[in-house]
């Protein structure tokens, strides 16, 4: 393979262009020429379809592209051949000129990677065009014509494509985009600018009545800064007005239509279908609809991969189809529809839908298993139904990919059953990557941002809200009990001061599989924000979708509804059992220290519901103050928490006089020897490990070292 130093090279980036875009319009014609019942449209299509190879064929000359040049020549051939005959081409020549298709976009490759094809290129498939024209000719009993056709065709001229539009790169697009999303960010710097400018007027009005000596000099520092804000808020109104024009042309010109998404799926279902020996069509609804083509792009492979599964997994062979009372040929249908500042896409087929005992089985999970969170399961890589691996299904990794790429893309990916038969994957994604609108919330000492399209509301929390529900700790909310996650120990913040006996804000968001509760210290305000990409080191990281900069210069990370919703699930008692019942025992004051909101209030759920009094800390000086103050029968303590970790907090009880003998254990995320047995040695009574918790065996050590 050579580089194309030979050849100019904006006309090959002109060329390399039409020609992916030209095997795609080729690759779609032939299938609507299949597709149709009459036979004056077959006529029609294939009419159209010899003027589109012929354009191509001009092009590839001019640049000695010779591949694909041959290749459109006698695909010319066959198709001149059926226009001049009138003759409606059979499905083998259809399959043939798929393959050139095929053939030509493998070319567009070769081009898009700076490389010419190698000179061997497509030859098979010119042999194939070649011997079909050769066996027409047989039965028609004539010789084939080997020249190029010109069927009284005229080459469409070329400068009648000027209709206006032109070409723009896509990176240009997106650096436009950046710049006006710029724009608007900085109009909130300027209207924070006119505050504090009216901020010190007000400061020099009250200066004037200090003294008379001051009064002149204030007054005319008033008036300037008077001006100054008048005009800081009229230059904000203008800028505004100019950026916000700016983006929504932006935003103009980078829109396609979705069912620029879904090129070439038809023929992914054609030739899937008739591989497996079974029949399916594809449907297109909201194919009109105006997308982002930074979201365009990245659906794509998704959609691909959706509809992959689908006949492979869902639509059934004919006969199995005709048993169960439906037609033939079975349907996929992909339909995309725009609800407030989000987007929906949905791919559902009319197959057999999910077996739930071999999803269960699969995904290693019991039968009775809630089905919306086991169709989630899914997702999840290694899963499939499939009995056997084959070239279609079975690896379980296609759905996998699906849903990380829909959450690059900020949007999350869910599973249904459709009751009358079949399955239904709905995306639902952001309608630009570019600015999104966000809720600031704080964590510890952090800012993190929630997509305003996945809020529902904010509420507050008291402590009496936790619940247990089916083994799993949920709070009680408006809507019901939902899951929820403890923001700052999911992300690793340090907590704030906060004590969970005090009503605490929480945002409930949708997410996969249902509402949930995010358990914040603070909800800062609103606003639009530019989304900047995370970064190469950063890419796998599936907690955060982006990263802002706050009109105050901090830096906020996007989080990731779909991750939270996963850590939500995961929110359960640690052995999955009800609270157990209370014991007929003299009430004892259990004092425990976490610096884990979900900790404390967990080990509280538990020990409360076994007939104790509890108290809480946070960290191992607020336990000595209350121990001080209040007292306690026992501490259960945390290890890794700041100010006072849990074996100085155990080494400070031992040495106090009062509380010497109160039994402590330990609950601690370490898992060597080394530091169980200095847990022990600190004097501590017991020492547990959080990831082997285990209820019951917790109320059965307390009970033990009281």
Known sequence: MTKPDEFDR??????????????????????????????????????????????????????????????CHWMEEILAI??????????????????????????ARFLEAGETPPPAHGESVVDGLKAAIAKGADQRGGKPKLAPPSGGLKVPDRASDTDGSMRVS????????????????????????????????????????????FAAQAASIESGLRQLATSLRQDMRVMHRAATALDHEVRHARTQPFVEACKGLD?????????????????????EIEIDRSILSGVNDSLRHLVRNAVAHGIQPPEERQAAGKPEKGRVLIAAAISGDRMQVRVEDDGRGFDIA??????????????????????????????????????????????????????TAEVSQIPSGGAAFTLTLPLTLATVRVLEVLAGEHVFTIDTASVQRVIRIHAQDFAMSGGRCVVSTQIGPIPFVDLANWSGARPGQGDVQQAMPAIVVDAPGGPIAVLVDAVAGEQELLARPLGP?????????????????????????AALAEAAAETRSPDGARVPQPISATRRRVLV??????????????????????????????????????????????????????????????????????????????????????????????????????????????????
Request: charged share 30%; aromatic share 4%.
């Open 10 to 71: 904006e006309l090959l980036h002109m060329f390399t262009q039409e020609v992916g875009e030209r095997a795609s319009d080729i690759e779609q014609a032939l299938l609507a020429i299949e597709g149709t019942g009459e036979a004056d449209e077959k006529l029609r299509l294939e009419e159209q379809l010899l003027r589109r190879v012929h354009s191509l064929k001009g092009a590839a000359g001019l640049l000695q592209v010779r591949g694909v040049e041959s290749i």
């Open 82 to 107: 059926a226009v001049n005959e009138q003759r409606v081409l059979e499905k083998p020549k259809l399959d043939l000129l798929l393959s050139a298709a095929d053939a030509i976009r493998d070319a």
């Open 170 to 213: 896509a990176d240009r697009l997106d650096t436009l985009l950046y710049r006006s999303g710029e724009l608007l960010s900085f109009n909130a710097i300027i209207l924070r600018h006119a505050e504090e400018a009216s901020s010190l007027r007000e400061q020099a009005r009250k200066l004037r009545g200090v003294g008379p000596e």
């Open 267 to 287: 023929r992914v279902v054609r030739d899937l279908a008739a591989a497996s020996g079974k029949l399916a069509e594809l449907e297109i609804k909201g194919g």
């Open 358 to 411: 071999s999803l269960s089985k699969a995904a290693g999970a019991a039968v009775g298993k809630n089905e919306t969170e086991l169709l989630q399961r899914v997702f999840e890589p290694g899963v499939s139904t499939s009995e056997s691996v084959t070239k279609l299904a079975g690896r379980g990794i296609g759905l996998d990919i699906v849903k990380r790429n829909v959450e690059a893309l900020r949007g």
């Open 537 to 561: 080191r950063l890419a796998k990281v599936r907690r955060y979708s982006a990263g802002m900069v706050l009109p105050d210069g901090r830096i906020a990370l996007l989080l990731n509804v």
């Open 593 to 706: 220290v976490d610096d884990s909101k979900y900790v404390r209030t967990l080990v509280k759920l538990i020990l409360e519901g076994a007939g104790y009094d509890v108290a809480m800390a946070s960290n191992g000086k607020e336990a000595l103050d209350q121990l001080g103050d209040h007292g306690a029968d026992m501490v259960v303590a945390d290890v890794d928490m700041p100010s006072m970790n849990g074996f100085e907090l155990t080494e400070a009880i031992r040495r106090s006089e009062r509380f010497t003998d109160t039994p402590v254990v330990l609950v601690t995320g370490r898992e060597t020897l080394e530091d169980k047995v200095r847990g022990l040695r600190a004097g501590a009574n017991a020492y547990l490990r959080k990831d082997q918790f285990d209820a019951q065996h917790f109320l059965e050590t307390m009970r033990r070292v009281v």
